[in-house]
């Protein structure tokens, strides 16, 4: 017994030694945190899916056949900043993670941003909304795939204004977020010579608009601007369409709409609505052949969202940058300094790049959503309606307030 | 001016689902002395049965008779948590009761969310209740509407089968003396096994009536419980009429801060539990506690 | 209708000896914590909500009092705290003491509208008036709406402390847990104590008695809130993030939840049912989509099954006040 316990403590200290040697040559093991809502308002944006973008995207890099050693392990951050925070630092501290992915829920986002900065690890976020992230406080550590307030405001503000859409109303939910997208889609609609006639704040999660579909349609404003989110939106297009809104001759403008809150709605609600968003399924053979791969795996068969897709690219990315680099990821901010480096190029998002304060730019679309009878499937929703490049739609380098910028 | 009357009926429509909701809670407390906080479950649970019911490929049954099946699911179900969990708290400090009920919303969200996701599923609203009518100063969907003749109905059917019938009478009798109840020769445990499926099912009616209003979500409960908590304690805990009064109230008052402080209109409701309980300390018409 | 606590266990000078056997093994045990692999973080987290938890016992399980809005003085105490260090950039003494006064306020005016409510009622009060300060909070421009207030320096306790060290943040936390927990305790075993119990007993036999009796609870009310509030203050060096989520009802439910867990009214239950609950969030959270049902289920399966919760089904077993 007692021999053996030697033994097997030799045995031991030898592979410690061995390991530690080659760790020493190449170190080629990356840890992944896919750090997600599971269970609340975002789960269906993020979720499981943004996991599973995150492991196809490990599974696509071909990595795993050079030498690379990737894991990937998941956590619920509940919507709360508290226990997104805690598990962040867990993850750096115990589990030695090297990047977190996803993320929605910009309150969440902004905590677990200080926690990478402070552990020097690396941030691919695609779920926040929030432009503060490569703006007020944006970090070394960073990069903000897919979308924010600004690209969102400017994109459907510009687009509506310059067709015809010159007054609006803007129903905003009463918290940051929607402050943040009423502020920047007034002021791109004043400075495309529209006005603003007026608004109201409704608090978060509100179950019945009616009162305030009265005051937008009393305000006869061509546009209604839906500056909220989640349940919030869908409820106000469910509602907006008992009220006869649309038949009425004013149109709504969700500022923030993903993919499975058209599912949720419905075609026959939902038909007609204009949007921004950066990735859609059919919008080419990569897309559509990525989209099917991907729908196979998920329990509920959808298609990515773009939140998700962000994830992928974002990974796909950081695996680029690592392999540029030829191993010893653990040091962050020289990761994503890399990562700035390298134009990014993928299946989902096309060309683009990183700007220094870490906002990635892409294309975005204004779509429009089809009637039933133009739909072909269970996800045939959207109807392109216009292309935004990607230095016209985020923010301009010059109206950043990114500290990293002042070198 | 005008459009303050618009707001007054908007607020009087909302307040027909609060009527609904602390109306069945209120009853549930009254009879059984527990504060279900699964209500909110069961309100959204009613609003699920109603979808499948619609979208099953074998039933596709329509949005009317889910306004009688729903409610009986939801209330069966309600009757074997009953049976199963909550008849083992009798007597006790309402604390356990609520923690019971709390475990089991968080439980049944939880399964809906797994098998639904959070996003929700769409309900069409029914043909014959299309479209809506201009009143002069507004336009009236029908369906609003018909919800606020339907729900008044209710309420005040559920009102008179516990005030004013002999089985409301021994229901009455049945939570002060129990012991004595029995001695009639009446099975006091059924009777309260039924009350409870009464008031789920009041509850899940109350889904059912906001599925094509609002999205059809697992978490479309979650947050209205503590709301229709307020409107029970400002009524009176287990006042019947004191409920839908203040169900009633709670719309109309929310539609006027909807206009002139639309910010604070989830807030409102407690603003005004402080000043009635500050006035009276056991509710409008509620018995001490 | 059974009282909420297990009363039939008689508060002698030896359970009380006791209790100060089981204080200290926990006291070791504690500090024992960095030299073992249990990650002190997760621990120091712990450690605010079992401040947290232990005050609202001194309400409930003491006074008969509970309170639905017990989150409002952690948040309140945040958001003064972070404010004070973040903004005012006051050394961490200072902004502990901003953050305990800002609770102290708190409570004596919600213990002043509030504490003449009785029972279910008394509840509600102090939801509606949590519920309102929510209202305020996210109105306010200084706490940033839902982004809260972010990456609060931790800075040197009395000038000497690193807190941004993990090891030294570690043994503050736990001398604030455990200062808070003995003062606690102190309260508990002292006369006003004793006063306290016969209120929640019976209170119209302790009027008799010539007691004011809502001078008693109110005095009570204060200190709760006041200790919750130092909890609140503890947990923005640990967390450095004040946020919306500490002053939302949800919260106030789940300091509940802790107290029921590991036993109302017991003096070790709280600490050990805020263990429970956030080893529950920390280690469930890769369980995904299930955590809300696996919570959901052990609150169950513990109403149902061990209702005294866990001290207090352990101190019933062996007769021992705990």
């Not at chain 1, 703006?135 to 459907?156: E, G, I, R």
């Not at chain 2, 789920?200 to 979500?217: M, Y």
């Not at chain 2, 709670?250 to 539990?273: D, Q, R």
């Not at chain 3, 993990?166 to 004793?194: M, Q």
């Amino acid at each position: 017994m007692m021999t053996k316990s030697i033994a097997s403590f030799l045995l031991g200290t030898a592979l410690a030694v061995t390991t530690a040697g080659a760790a020493f040559a190449q170190d080629k093991t990356v840890k992944i945190g896919a750090l997600s809502d599971q269970s609340g308002l975002y789960a269906d944006l993020g979720g499981p899916g943004s996991t599973l973008a995150a492991q196809m995207a490990i599974e696509d890099s071909g990595l795993a056949a050079k030498g690379w050693k990737i894991d990937i392990i998941s956590g619920d951050h509940q919507n709360k900043p508290d226990i997104g925070t805690a598990i962040a630092r867990q993850w750096f501290d115990v589990d030695k993670i090297d990047i977190i992915v996803d993320v929605p829920n910009s309150g969440v986002a902004l905590a677990v941003n200080n926690i990478v900065k402070e552990k020097n690890g690396v941030y691919v976020n695609s779920g926040a909304a929030t432009s503060d992230l490569t703006n007020a406080q944006c970090s070394p550590n960073t990069v903000h795939w897919t979308y924010d307030t600004y690209m969102l405001a400017h994109t459907t503000g510009q687009a509506l204004v310059k067709a015809g859409g010159d007054s609006w109303f803007f129903l905003t939910a009463d918290y940051a977020f929607g402050a943040a997208l009423e502020r920047d889609t007034t002021a791109v609609v004043t400075a495309n010579g529209g006005k603003v006639v007026g608004g109201v704040k409704h608090p978060l999660n509100t179950p019945d608009f009616s009162s305030f579909l009265l005051q937008a349609q009393a305000s006869k404003a061509k546009i209604i601007g839906l500056a909220n989110a989640g349940g919030d939106t869908t409820n106000t297009i469910k509602q907006a369409a008992e009220f006869g809104i649309v038949k009425g001759g004013q149109k709504l403008a969700a500022l923030l709409l993903f993919l499975t809150d058209i599912k949720a709605i419905g075609l026959e609600t939902a038909q007609g609505l204009n949007f921004t968003e950066t990735f859609y399924w059919d919008m080419n053979d990569q897309t559509r052949a990525f989209s099917k791969r991907f729908a196979e795996k998920m329990k509920s068969n959808a298609p990515p969202t773009m939140v998700q897709a962000g994830v992928y690219a974002g990974v796909r990315h950081y695996f680029k940058a690592l392999e540029a680099l030829g191993g010893n990821p653990h040091d962050g901010a020289k990761v994503v300094e890399k990562m700035k480096s390298m134009p990014t190029e993928d299946d989902l998002f096309g060309k683009g790049e990183i700007q220094p304060n870490g906002r990635t730019i892409h294309n975005a679309y204004l779509f429009e959503v089809k009637k039933p009878s133009e739909s072909k499937g269970p996800w045939d929703f959207y109807k392109l309606v216009g292309t935004v490049p990607g230095d016209q739609a985020f923010t301009p380098l010059s109206e950043s307030k990114c500290a990293l910028l002042k070198k | 001016m005008q459009a303050l009357y618009a707001q007054l009926l908007v607020g009087l429509i909302n307040g027909s689902f609060y009527a609904l909701l602390s109306l069945g809670l209120a009853v549930i407390f009254g009879m059984l002395n527990i504060i279900n906080f699964a209500h909110g479950a069961l309100y959204m649970m009613g609003a699920f049965v109603a979808y499948f019911l619609l979208n099953n490929d074998y039933l596709s049954i329509g949005y009317w008779p889910a306004l009688i099946v729903a409610p009986i699911v939801v209330g069966i179900f309600g009757m074997i948590l009953e049976r199963t969990m909550l008849q083992w708290l009798t007597g006790l400090d309402h604390l356990y009761g609520l923690l019971l009920t709390f475990g089991i919303a968080l439980i049944v969200q939880g399964v809906f969310q797994n098998y639904f996701g959070s996003s929700g599923l769409p309900y069409a609203i029914p043909d014959q209740l299309k479209g809506g009518m201009n009143l002069g100063f507004m336009f009236l969907p029908v369906y609003r509407g018909w919800v606020v003749i339907f729900s008044l109905v209710v309420c005040i059917a559920t009102w008179f089968l516990i005030e004013k019938t002999r089985l409301g009478a021994y229901l009455r009798a049945a939570t002060e003396n129990p012991t004595l109840v029995r001695a009639f020769g009446v099975n006091v445990p059924r009777m309260i096994t039924l009350t409870y499926g009464l008031g789920v099912g009041l509850a899940a009616l109350a889904g059912v009536l906001s599925a094509p209003i609002n999205q059809v979500r697992p978490l479309m409960g979650a947050d209205l419980i503590i709301v229709v908590f307020a409107v029970v304690v400002i009524g009176g805990m287990g006042s019947i009429m004191g409920s839908i009064i203040t169900g009633f109230a709670l719309g109309v008052i929310e539609g006027l801060t909807k206009y002139f402080y639309p910010e604070a209109s989830n807030t409102v409701v407690f603003v005004l539990m402080v000043l009635v309980l500050l006035v009276k300390p056991t509710g409008l018409t509620g018995r001490a506690a | 209708m059974t009282a909420l606590t297990d009363d039939t266990l008689p508060v002698t000078p030896r359970a009380i000896r006791d209790e100060m056997i089981v204080f200290v093994v926990m006291a070791l045990l504690l500090a024992s914590v960095p030299f073992t692999g249990v990650y002190p973080f997760f621990v120091m987290q712990a450690l605010c909500f079992a401040l947290l938890a232990c005050a609202f016992n001194l309400l409930i399980g003491y006074g008969g009092l509970l309170s639905f809005g017990h989150a409002m003085f952690l948040g309140t105490a945040g958001y003064c705290s972070a404010h004070a260090l973040k903004v005012w950039a006051l050394p961490p003494e200072l902004g502990i003491l901003v953050g305990v006064a800002g609770a102290f306020v708190l409570s004596l005016i919600t213990g002043y509208i509030s504490i003449r409510r009785q029972g279910i009622y008394f509840s509600m009060i102090t939801l509606a008036l949590s519920q309102l300060l929510y209202f305020i909070y996210l109105q306010a421009p200084f706490t940033h709406g839902e982004d809260g207030i972010q990456g609060i320096p931790q800075g040197r306790l009395f000038g000497v402390f690193d807190l941004t060290k993990p090891t030294v943040l570690y043994y503050v936390v736990l001398v604030g847990f455990l200062a808070g927990f003995l003062l606690i305790f102190r309260i508990i075993n002292s006369p006003f104590g004793e006063v306290l119990k016969a209120i929640r007993e019976n209170e119209p036999r302790a009027i008799s008695l010539g007691y004011r009796t809502d001078h008693y609870k109110f005095l009570a009310f204060v200190l709760s809130g006041t200790l919750a509030g130092f909890a609140g203050s503890l947990k923005v060096f640990v967390a450095q993030n004040a946020s919306l989520t500490d002053v939302h009802w949800s919260m106030s439910g789940e300091v509940v939840l802790m107290t029921l867990v590991g036993g109302l009214g017991t003096v070790f239950g709280p600490v050990v049912g805020a263990f429970v609950i956030i080893a529950m969030q920390q280690y469930l959270a890769g369980f995904g989509q299930w955590v809300t049902v696996i919570q959901g289920s052990i609150f169950v399966i513990c109403v149902l099954t061990f209702r005294r919760g866990v001290i207090g089904e352990i101190a019933h077993y062996f007769r021992r006040s705990l």
